[in-house]
């Protein structure tokens, strides 16, 4: 079991940086692939990043490659995503989630833990 908590989302400007953060409770986050999701206003919940257990593999979705960034520290059981050069259409409320399993996985049904979210919003 794995319990998650989101924090830095927040109102910027389309160009601005936001950091995210996701700190995890319980001994399975070493051993968890950890992925942060967004749900925009009538949009279904997508995958924007994943990232190994270890670190070592992560994932992005098109529409954030070069600009978003995820990382984790095993030490801290914290899960990040730096997001620079935003855009108003990042604008959502963004999930962290965490699957007992060393891979990513790309959809929400893969994934059994989830933090409660946090909003992000990108003015232009």
Do not use: H
Not at 54 to 65: C, E, F, H, M, P
């Amino acid at each position: 079991q794995v319990q998650l908590v989101e924090s830095g989302g927040g109102l910027v400007q389309a160009g601005d940086s936001l950091r995210l953060s996701c700190a995890a409770r319980g001994r399975a986050f070493s051993s968890s692939a950890m992925g942060w999701f967004r749900q925009a206003p009538g949009k279904e919940r997508e995958i924007v990043a994943g990232i190994t257990s270890r670190g070592g593999g992560t994932y992005y979705v098109d529409s954030v490659k070069g600009r978003f960034t995820i990382s984790r520290d095993n030490v801290k059981n914290t899960v990040y995503l730096q997001m620079n050069s935003l855009k108003p259409e990042d604008t959502a409320v963004y999930y962290c989630a965490g699957r007992p399993s060393t891979i990513v996985g790309v959809t929400a049904s893969e994934y059994p833990y989830w933090g409660q979210g946090t909003q992000v919003t990108v003015s232009s």
